[in-house]
């Protein structure tokens, strides 16, 4: 499986801005799909971004408009961009890579909070 380790999220105020990064250790991670979702506290892991190989992207619409997924081949680093976050965006956020029929493990995570 491949390997990911997200970063970057904090505590921020409602209308905050923040970053995630998820570094993997595939060499072939340019051919990967990559993937974001969440889970917020007692709730399930929902879909909330993903990235293909090819740069094409989709977004669960809870998030569109707000949040971007991209990718950086080169550092082997997928990212998410989140801004005008809201308290509902509280959750745990995971990232794993995906070249079909094969899925990756997802990684530990990095909590964001969005204060009230």
């Known amino acids: 499986q491949v390997q990911v380790e997200e970063s970057g999220g904090g505590l921020v105020q409602p209308g905050g801005s923040l970053r995630l990064s998820c570094v993997a250790s595939e060499s072939l991670f340019s051919q990967y799909s990559m993937d974001w979702y969440q889970r917020a506290p007692g709730k399930e892991r929902d879909f909330v971004a993903t990235?293909?190989?090819?740069?094409?992207?989709n977004y669960a619409d809870s998030v569109k408009g707000r949040f971007t997924i991209s990718r950086d081949n080169a550092k082997k680093t997928a990212y998410l961009e989140m801004r005008n976050l809201k308290p509902d965006d509280t959750a745990v956020y995971y990232c794993?890579?995906?070249?079909?029929?094969?899925?990756?493990?997802w990684g530990p995570g990095t909590q964001v909070t969005v204060s009230s």
């Open positions: 990235i293909t190989a090819g740069g094409d992207t």
């Open positions: 794993r890579a995906r070249r079909p029929p094969f899925v990756g493990n």
